[in-house]
């Protein structure tokens, strides 16, 4: 239909799914083969320890299912815990919320320590629950490293120190969604026991694997009166994955996307994706400094390197600056969720994206912002995230010409 058509690139701002590479575009683009053939595994069996590497671990096992990230939680759980069993969960924004929810569903009793939203998991908090916990009938300490909704980043290394300090053997579960493979995730150094992420945030992939990575200690905890389970059954993905097949038909243009994405991942250096995220974070933070205003996250201690949530001023509907910034100007910017929503949009600054990209993104943001009717200067947040830039691509320059 005649003036349908919206021309140039939309620009992808919400925190996942995020843009996909035209490599990895072009790398999926395969005619259907049999994923029984001999040759089959020549594909998957590197997959599982490029995998590990990312989430690096050494002694893990990798699982890839057809899923979103949301079919990865399912799969930790109900592998490892019984209908009845105890586990711990801090909660501070809507994935936090939707895990215990699912926890629930499958029949756990989850200790849900509410902690304000802005804020993130308090190791003081654990460490006191898991020391009161004499009897050791907490199963599991479940955690969200990075709170998408809130744009927080808890501290997981500081999660195992406080378990390690009540000398509790509950397992560490960690929701890696929106931060493996662009935030430091160290699943052996830090303890995690089962760590999951999905396709369409760090990995650059669209939705539809959920990637786990579970440790010895978890897969001890597998056993045959755990939580019904059929599709997500660990013991069926060791036996087939073993020879580099799967139980099912496994979704194998993802599959030629994630190998891609691997590659890419290596090409830059994860030391390198993780210090390109904090950059493009630092100018997306100074952009809302300029605007005079505040994340949802209170404390620099908690800002996500990968989605800031931008508090909206009183009066004002951030719903509004997220419709205006779609319609007038191709932009998607995330909205405020549950107990946020209205109050907030996110600017989702991850996976495959670079600087100038990003300027897009903040002068969007402005113009949407400006049309709703907060009173900030156009063009502030571009000049405050352009001088962030500058000198942070100057101070990388002079770095490399000293070494
Ligand atoms: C995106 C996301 C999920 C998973 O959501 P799906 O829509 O099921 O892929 C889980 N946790 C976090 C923190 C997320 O950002």
Not at 2 to 31: C, E, K, Q, S, W
Not at 154 to 180: E, F, T, W
Not at 349 to 364: F, V
Not at 380 to 393: E, I, K, L, T, W
Request: aromatic letters at 8%; one cysteine or more.
């Amino acid at each position: 239909m005649a003036g349908a058509r919206r021309p140039g690139r939309n620009f992808l701002f919400v925190p996942g799914p995020t843009n996909v590479p035209d490599r990895i575009l072009r790398a999926m683009h395969v005619a259907m083969e049999d994923h029984r053939s001999s040759d089959f595994p020549k594909l998957t069996l590197p997959l599982f320890e490029a995998l590990k590497k990312v989430f690096k671990t050494k002694d893990g096992q990798a699982f890839i299912f057809p899923s979103s990230g949301t079919g990865a939680w399912e799969s930790a759980l109900t592998n490892t815990r019984a209908p009845g069993d105890k586990v711990l969960a801090p909660r501070f924004g809507q994935f936090s919320h939707l895990w215990i929810d699912l926890a629930k569903r499958h029949g756990l009793e989850v200790i849900v320590q509410d902690e304000e939203w802005g804020t993130g998991a308090s190791p003081e908090h654990i460490e006191e629950a898991l020391r009161a916990d004499k009897n050791h009938d907490i199963k599991g300490v479940m955690v969200v490293h990075n709170e998408t909704a809130t744009g927080v980043t808890s501290d997981v290394a500081a999660v195992r120190r406080a378990m390690d300090a009540a000398k509790h053997p509950a397992l560490l579960y960690v929701d890696g969604v929106s931060s493996i493979a662009s935030l430091d995730f160290r699943m052996d150094d830090w303890g995690v026991d089962l760590a999951i992420c999905g396709s369409q945030k760090g990995l650059m992939l669209p939705a539809g694997l959920g990637l786990v990575c579970a440790s010895k200690k978890a897969l001890a905890a597998m056993k045959a009166d755990n939580c019904k389970r059929c599709y997500f059954d660990f013991t069926d993905h060791i036996k087939a994955n073993a020879t580099g097949y799967f139980p099912y038909t496994p979704a194998v243009p993802l599959l030629y996307g994630l190998r891609e994405a691997f590659e890419i991942l290596d090409e830059e250096g994860l030391d390198t994706v993780f210090a390109r995220h904090h950059r493009l974070a630092g100018g997306t933070r100074a952009a809302v400094a300029a605007w005079g205003l505040k994340l949802c996250a209170k404390e620099p201690k908690w800002y996500s390197d990968t989605v800031s949530a931008i508090m909206v001023p009183a009066g004002i509907n951030g719903a509004e600056v997220i419709d205006i910034a779609y319609k007038r100007y191709n932009l998607a910017l995330g909205a405020g969720l549950s107990q946020v929503a209205g109050k907030l949009f996110r600017i989702g600054h991850l996976g495959d994206l670079n600087e100038l990209m990003l300027l897009g993104g903040i002068a969007g943001a402005e113009m949407s912002m400006r049309d709703a009717g907060i009173e900030i200067e156009l063009g502030s947040g571009v000049a405050a995230a352009q001088a962030h830039f500058r000198g942070a691509a100057q101070a990388k320059e002079k770095k490399v010409a000293a070494e």
